[in-house]
């Protein structure tokens, strides 16, 4: 296609959107997150370079079905987070954080542009691929939402891949798990306003996609914030506040503070911005991003991508981890505000 020749980066300015109201990266057909990254000196070389290894993998993944003769923005985005899913760094599927009482309960969402058909679980603790839940949750149902048991039921009779729920459990968040209890403990009247300040935990994972159809999909994936109440529920499994996409405006995904996220409408704002005051996809995610959240203390970001194939990827805190794949097949990847 014409509009993806040219060679394009995706730019420091897409990623430093907190200070400078950059224009957004063109001729994407992929773009990724991570969720907030921790400050670069928090990630060891080894990480770093792992990290950047399974976000290319994600892309790479998403680009060939893109590539493929009918390849569809919605097959994109769930194989990318399948890939980031199954990597141990990030909070979704495998490495996903803990619960106040020590488990993994997971959410994802997964949209499709061209229809607004969507699918999402919430609280599974049993399906391998929480993308793929939520997907077959899309395709197979007349239904938006499945939640704990009967979603994972309903993923086991959908023939998906089951495992046990210590198969999510990495050492490492085990080990962040055991301190926080520590320091609940040591201050027990803490534990809710912690979890409503500062209880983000960086690593949640999204993908927006544009098809060779022109059709947007969204996604996202994650196990919410660390030492989240039992049963409580984010923004990302939520149509319109963690993922939204229409062809007519945008495919979003977010990562932060999911309650403001969800008071907010985060991901169906930035859309409607664009339909009914026909902002750029850019000045839309920024406003909501930056003006709109940081005043009131909503920490997060998202990846927005227009039907055009401009990417955008705001965020008011920390940074982000974030890659697109332009339709050359030209990857780009940031962890830091670089
Ligand atoms: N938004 C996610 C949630 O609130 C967490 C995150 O993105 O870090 O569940």
Known sequence: MRRFALLTLLTVGAVRLAAAREPSTPHVVLGIHGGLGPDRNEVSPAAERQSRADLEAALRAGYAVLQRPGGTSLDAVEAAIRVLEDSPLFNAGKGAVFTSDGRNELDASIMEGKTLRAGAVAGVTTVKNPITAARAVMDQTKHVLLIGPAADGFAKSAGLQIVEPAYFRTEERWQQ??????????????????????????????????????????????????????????DSPIIGAGTYADNASCAVSATGQGEFFIRYSVAHDIAALMKYKGKTVAAAAEEVILDKLKPVGGEGGVIALDAQGNLTAPYNSGGMFRGSITADGQVRIRLFDE
């Open 177 to 234: 798990h055991l301190k926080a209890v520590e320091k609940a403990r040591q201050s027990p009247q803490g534990a809710d306003r912690h979890d409503a300040r500062a209880g983000h935990s960086w690593g949640t994972v999204g993908a927006v996609a544009l098809d060779k159809m022109g059709n947007l999909a969204a996604g996202t994936s994650t196990g919410g914030t660390s030492e989240k109440r039992p049963g409580r529920v984010g």
